[in-house]
């Protein structure tokens, strides 16, 4: 925590808490995040004061406001259920999802025209590494009931509002971000809630490998790479968006190891080190695609996960095939499902 | 089968022939393939005269035995059972599968020792349009059971012969090719069976759009390419192996069509036309990899599908990461299962 509020200083703004405890939470949270009012200059922050007025069980987690660019990106951890987190972002209460409600699996975001559903799924299926389905709308036009029924068990869902932010293209190309898709869905529209690679920070942060983002209070960095999206149907001609965490080359194995589990959410890198990141075409890596530049450490070398941002590049190739509007997520302001790490087994890619 | 005698000139040999109606393969050839005696030149086959002779739901379907390079090429298609296939395979009756026992789903062959299955599997999952599989043997050490059951029905069943062909790996490196793995299999040895792209070619046929490779009685043309094998522990820097069919341009959608339920047998082709080619780092179209050149007629270009062959490369890259002796198939010579593609919906790549 020391090392949480020293970096406060590099981002003004206003600060919010939340604590771990759910009767905290609930009590004195109201369900959501809690703002503690402090100015807009750096002040120290004293987790142990906090923790001694609030009682033995409360964790001091910190959201920092990025003001200038209406962002809030959260440092380390926020401990609420899925169902909260849910709230929350319908709410517009926060954006950037990382390291909210560790333990619960994060969803990427594709909403389609039914006509263009069968061959969405197939690429999904084709493609289980950069899109792995957590789970998808029932029928056409319903926005409220996720099949399996596991992954959303809140009957309060509603796929159109419960994102952070949501991106709206037409004949393939970027129109405008929304808060919501409530005047824009259609009695057609198909939604896939794909799996993202926040859900295996918390297990990277458990084994002492805290996501650098995650210390910084930044958007994790995202990058267009060369691998081919294997073609379906109307979708050929993609190419798959990586994820990039830095770490030192004696962690690597043991990143790859703590992650290879996460099947249904990207699992293990698929490329590592500056010789991993010349064979994915990526020449810059700090001009990241999405996303914020992440700061190296001495000797780091960059890690690359596939990411769910890649079926938006499948509908950035589709072009004008694809007939109707296209909804998505923003990058990194993701969907927390009900899945939890213990439903891993039963999500392995193509099940759904 | 005026076209089909007509090419006979080109492969010099023994006639094998074989007929469609179980009664006639079951009487007359024994239960597996019936040998015609026929010169060793060139004679005119003449189809109607056999029909007459051995009744009118017989059809004859022929072998060309290509004894200068000791392979049996099979020119259109055997009707025969996928019991009776792996008979034959284990009889060493036969050896290219392209053709053979239509309707019933083939697969290529991947047997390793079990420290290293886990590795694999994910490897599959991750990669499922080059390594979807069709089955497993259930225990380590096991050669006869296959998990799941439908994937092979027949008590007889040995993993270890009833491919027509193997190959046996050592740190990565190709050792040499056998006839069946009997005094090579150990206690540890795990076999995972990967669909194969002959599953779909007599619905190519079907559609008019027969391979020309079984028009011309050559094994399938088969590719490195630079489409990245995603890693999964210690399966790194592997590359997928393509097949390839030439077609017009304008039948492309529609073989794209036929193959696209294919989903556990490579499924619909992953790149087509010279630009396509030239994508997956294919310069010289005339020296393939594996299998045999193939001619292209006027104006036809080639079609690429992802290859069972795959895995082979994947265990090349691996090198001496692999503790043991590694089998596979010979490139070409496939076991058929006992799946048809009515199951192919329960296939769907993750299932197993």
């Known amino acids: 925590m020391q090392e949480l509020s020293s970096t406060l200083v590099a981002y003004p703004g206003n600060l919010f808490g939340c604590f771990s405890s759910n009767r905290l939470t609930k009590d004195i949270c109201g369900g959501y995040l809690w703002r503690l009012e402090f100015p807009q200059t750096h002040r120290q922050v004293d987790p142990e004061d906090k923790k001694n007025q609030f009682g033995g069980d409360a964790r001091l987690v910190v959201l920092v406001s990025l003001s200038e660019k209406s962002l809030y990106s959260i440092m380390g951890s926020v401990h609420i259920s899925s169902h909260e987190a849910r709230l929350a972002c ?12 560790p333990g619960y699996l994060q ?22 590494v950069s899109c792995p389905l957590l789970g998808k709308t029932m029928t056409p036009g319903d926005p409220i009931t996720v099949q399996p029924a596991g992954c959303i068990q809140s009957p309060d869902f509603d796929i159109r509002t419960d994102f952070p932010q949501y991106r709206i293209y037409l004949k393939g190309k970027y ?6 898709l409530l005047d824009v869905w259609t009695s057609s529209h198909v939604g896939f809630l794909i799996g993202c690679s926040f859900s295996f920070e918390d297990a990277l942060t458990a084994a002492g490998l805290q996501p650098r983002h995650q210390r910084t209070g930044t958007i994790v960095a995202m990058y267009r790479s060369n691998i081919p999206l294997l ?19 004696e ?63 499948a509908v950035e190739a589709a072009g004008d095939r694809i007939k109707g509007l296209v909804f998505s997520h923003e990058p990194g302001h993701m969907l927390v499902t009900d899945w939890t790490a213990a439903n891993l087994d039963k999500l392995r890619p193509g099940i759904i």
């Open 107 to 128: 969803a990427n975001l594709l909403i389609l025209p039914a006509q263009h559903a069968t061959d969405f799924h197939d690429l999904c299926l084709r493609n289980p």
């Open 231 to 249: 073609p379906a149907g109307i979708f050929t001609g993609g190419h798959c968006v990586v994820s990039m965490r830095p770490y030192r080359p």
């Open 251 to 313: 962690e690597v194995e043991r990143v790859r190891e703590v992650t290879r589990p996460y099947l249904s959410t990207h699992g293990e890198p698929v490329a590592w080190g500056w010789e991993g990141a010349k064979q994915l075409g990526i020449t810059e890596i700090n001009k990241p695609d999405f996303g914020e530049p992440q700061v190296f450490e001495k000797g780091e070398v960059p890690v690359f996960w596939a990411c769910g941002v890649t079926p938006q590049m």
């Open 90 to 101: 319908r709410q517009n209460q926060l954006t950037n999802t990382s390291g909210l409600a």
């Open 175 to 180: 129109l405008e971000s929304r808060k919501d």
